[in-house]
């Protein structure tokens, strides 16, 4: 096996495996995921089995982390026959805590006599290596069994070799273990490994992947070849996260059934002998596809990096991981304890049958000495059971098996929570029903937990409600919040249903304290976004955002860049609005907020759609799509539409823009549990009016009518929706009103829409000279806030009028060489694809890149980039 760069290693590796004099005859390998630990632990084991060692140990697996002695198993189980050659006492040890014979729990230290004095006789016939993989997902008592065995080896010929992930900054080293970090490449080792594995990287890009990979290997394998949902990702994204969504980007493209199959593989433990219900064509597409990989294992194939087994658990719904685990507890009804786990994740209502099996394996875990590992189980079981009091309860047993392991701060909590079931139980399951719906989206689940008791959490309903968008849902939540007395959940419910106004929202906000919770302060937010009363608070937002971002609410902080960024937004501050909605991104991929993620992603994509970046706001919709749609989210779908209908619009596809625009509210029907719907009604009607769809449009204006009230902007929608309507000369006077609003120049890019809407109908009536003011104004406006594909129709329709519109100033100042490279190459001719295939970019990220040279290049089109170059020559060269 060639492998570069890693000759040190290497060779501690042969010393610890040769027994080589002075040497400990123990090695763990650590460092972070991709550096290569894996392949230089069967690089150990290779060496190992040419010097005629046996090798036993296996891999440590998440989802057996919680079975008790599951890695003592997996080390045994090829010699169990040398059972019969130790002590009785020591047999009958192992026996009872292998679960192969019943009786009370052997003592930690009496199982690790027991399983040493085995090894012994085992290294009895020849030596002997243990080698684990990820042992850091190896269960708690065996990795304790395991350091006492690390320990000890010197008078047996026995050796270990493990790999792990790196150590945390809590753990302790315990001496007479030989830690070995296993670092990134150097520069010189990293740039020979790119330049074999990708050959013939363009010079800029080969640098681009040597610096975002940082040495590691994986990176280096993986980068040049990942996924376009990579580039989605913000620029402070872990390189475990970057990695993690190249894999779940190719994921993506099998079909559903393979999918789900290597679910179920990833949640048992990367057992591939769930291949069988795949075709050969079926596993060959994922073995193409760079998820798994041929080997020695018993069903000759295994999943390539751990990474790939994550990314298979994160891209999967939570409805679809549920059924995984189902799967996977009705196949290993005969292991109880296996099960257990499975049934438990599989479950979410209240079900005192399951937490009743949970109870009984966690209880037989305990016995055979797993106290801490039972905590957790009986943890599930408490959330599962229906009954406060048998909550309680079982929270107490866990608190009492929590402190037993040494646990204490566990313990004091578990009893708190016991306490707290039996005071406020409707409390304990509306914190669990948030959990559920800001890490994982799981908008079902977090729903039928809390309709189990109606009481609980009408703030949380109230706002799953706004995601799901569903009639029946809201008219369920609508009881729930008018028999509560949870002042924030019935404003919200108000606001999201269009009944509230902008003065009780506003009152309330003018009202909250200094110190009120940053979770009522963001919840209130929220609905002011609905108002339009952002800007009055921008200070407020900003103290939201920078007071939890470091060790506080950060949920919270979160929101608070979301708010930030659809703030920005309307105000035309688009570079700012990018800016917010990266870094709140940052913060949700770091942290597990996968709803708010999202949102942010539909506000990326609402940003490049009004920049004309149609290629960027498909991807991020693809994105959004495909996570929203299984969980049920309507509000994302709906951005996502929004989105998609911007962007066609900006090009002057009214077609598919009406068709994006329909999927939010059909024509003439503005419905009141759909949020955003009040929101696209000029961009309907437009599109409607553009496709000769004359009475849908008529019909929608005239639906939208009573929502002129509801906000200012809202407003300005509505009359401009009027005006597109109306016979001609009534269409002036109702434009210029909309225009004559108060403050309507808050929101440049809407402003500039409805002047571009004017400026146009007055050119067609053969006005020039009124039409040329409007449209002037209009070009200005999208210029300033970088709405290049806009601009450019402005400037179009006053060509048009007879204008002959002056070229802003040229330049390169201020592109990047990445940039200036890209406009060259689409200044020869190359489509976007195709500049992408060269640069090894995303279609999307070039794209980007285009809609941002064009303001300050000063052109509006793709086909003025060879003379702004040409012009620019002495700055180029």
């Known amino acids: 096996m060639d492998i570069i760069g890693r000759a040190a290693e290497l060779d501690a590796l042969r010393q610890t495996i040769d027994r080589a004099p002075g040497v400990l005859p123990n090695l763990v390998l650590h460092g972070d995921p991709g550096v290569g630990k894996s392949v230089l632990l069967r690089a150990g084991i290779a060496h190992a089995r040419q010097q005629g060692i046996r090798v036993l140990g296996g891999s440590g697996f998440e989802s057996e982390a919680q079975l008790a002695y599951a890695g003592l198993y997996q080390l045994f189980s090829p010699v169990m026959a040398y059972l019969d050659r130790v002590e009785p006492f020591h047999r009958d040890i192992l026996r009872r805590v292998l679960g192969m014979q019943e009786g009370p729990a052997p003592d930690r230290l009496a199982i690790s006599v027991a399983s040493l004095a085995l090894l012994a006789v085992v290294a009895e016939d020849g030596p002997v290596l243990i080698a684990v993989e990820d042992a850091h997902w190896v269960d708690h008592p065996t990795r304790e069994v395991m350091m006492f065995i690390l320990l000890r080896l010197e008078p047996y010929d026995l050796r270990a070799v493990f790999a792990r992930r790196p150590l945390t900054a809590t753990e302790r080293v315990t001496p007479g273990v030989h830690m070995l970090d296993v670092g990134p490449l150097d520069d010189q080792a990293a740039g020979l490994l790119l330049d074999r594995l990708h050959p013939d990287l363009p010079p800029s890009v080969r640098e681009r992947v040597l610096a975002e990979a940082a040495g590691n290997p994986l990176a280096i394998t993986e980068l040049p070849q990942t996924s376009v949902g990579v580039e989605l990702l913000p620029g402070g994204a872990p390189l475990r996260t970057r990695l993690e969504t190249g894999f779940a980007g190719r994921l993506l493209e099998l079909e559903p059934r393979i999918r789900t199959t290597l679910l179920v593989a990833a949640l048992d433990g990367d057992r591939l002998e769930h291949r ?35 990314a298979i658990i994160r891209t999967a719904s939570p409805e679809e991981t549920r059924g995984a685990h189902a799967v996977l507890a009705d196949h290993h009804q005969a292991d109880p ?31 055979r000495g797993g106290s801490g590992l039972a905590v957790k189980a009986l943890q599930r079981a408490a959330d599962l059971t229906p009954d406060p009091s048998a909550r309680a309860v079982r929270l107490e047993h866990a608190a009492e098996l929590a402190g037993e392991s040494g646990q204490l701060a566990l ?13 406020d139980p409707a409390r304990a399951l509306a914190t669990r029903a948030q959990i559920l719906m800001l890490r994982h989206g799981d908008l079902d689940a977090a729903r039928r937990l809390l309709r189990s008791t109606p009481s609980a959490g009408p703030l949380v309903r109230v706002m799953a409600a706004s995601y799901v968008q569903d009639a029946r849902e809201w008219a369920e939540v609508s009881d729930v919040v008018a028999g509560c007395d949870d002042d924030l959940a019935r404003l919200l419910h108000d606001v999201f249903l269009g009944s509230s106004s902008s003065d009780v929202v506003r009152t309330a906000l003018d009202t909250l304290p200094a110190d ?17 009363l952002l800007p009055e608070y921008r200070d407020r937002i900003r103290a939201l955002t920078e007071g939890e971002t470091g060790q506080g609410a950060v949920t919270h902080a979160a929101s608070g860049y979301w708010l930030a960024a659809h703030d920005h937004f309307l105000a035309g501050r688009w570079e700012e609005a990018e800016g917010a909605a990266n870094a709140g991104l940052d913060l949700c991929v ?12 539909c506000s990326l994509g609402w940003l490049a759609a009004a920049r004309g970046d149609a290629d960027s706001a498909r991807e991020y919709s693809r994105t ?24 066609a619009m900006a090009h002057g596809d009214y077609e598919t823009a009406y068709t994006h625009w329909t999927r939010i509210s059909p024509a003439g029907d ?11 009604v000029f961009e309907l009607v437009e599109s409607a009016v553009r496709t000769g769809r004359a009475d849908e449009a008529k019909a929608h204006a005239a639906a939208a009518l009573p929502l002129a009230a509801r906000a200012p902007r809202l407003r300005l929608h509505v009359m401009a929706a009027q005006a597109l309507v109306a016979p001609d000369e009534e269409a002036v006077a109702l434009f210029k009103a909309a225009l004559a609003l108060p403050r309507t120049e808050r929101w440049p890019f809407d402003h500039a829409r409805v002047r571009l809407a004017l400026g146009e109908l007055q050119r067609r009536r053969l006005r020039p000279g009124e039409a040329r003011p409007e449209l002037r104004r209009a070009a200005d406006l999208f210029a300033s806030v970088g709405a290049t594909a806009w601009q450019q129709r402005a400037e179009q329709e006053l060509r048009a009028t007879g204008v ?4 802003r100033s040229r330049g390169v100042h201020g592109l990047t060489a990445q940039q200036l490279e890209v406009a060259r190459l689409a200044a020869s001719g190359l489509s976007n694809k195709e500049i992408g295939e060269r640069l090894f970019l995303s279609a999307r990220t070039v794209s980007a890149h285009l809609y941002r040279i064009f303001p300050r290049l000063g052109i509006t089109s793709r086909a003025a980039l060879r003379d702004a170059l040409d012009g620019a020559g002495d700055a180029v060269n």
């Open 590 to 601: 770091r942290h597990d907020l996968e709803l708010l993620a999202h949102d942010l992603r």
């Open 624 to 647: 959004v799509e495909e996570w929203a749609a299984p969980r049920g989210s309507g509000l994302h779908l709906s951005l996502s539409a929004r989105n998609l209908g911007l962007a």
């Open 804 to 807: 002959a519109v002056a070229q």
């Open 670 to 680: 503005i419905p009141s549990h759909v949020a955003f719907a009040p929101w696209a």
């Open 411 to 423: 313990a004091q909590t578990l009893l708190d929570q016991a306490r707290q079931h039996l005071d």
């Open 516 to 532: 009120a919770p940053p979770g009522r302060v963001a919840a209130l937010f929220r609905a002011a976004t609905w108002m339009d």
């Open 337 to 367: 304890e296996l099960r257990m786990w499975h049934l438990a994740a599989a479950t979410v209502e209240p079900d005192e049958q399951v937490a009743a099996e949970i109870e009984k394996a966690a209880r037989a875990v305990s016995m």
């Open 276 to 310: 069988a219900e795949l075709s050969p064509y079926e596993l060959l597409e994922a073995e193409r596809a760079g998820l798994v990989t041929r080997d020695s294992t018993p069903s000759g194939l295994r999943f390539r990096h751990p990474l790939v087994r994550s």
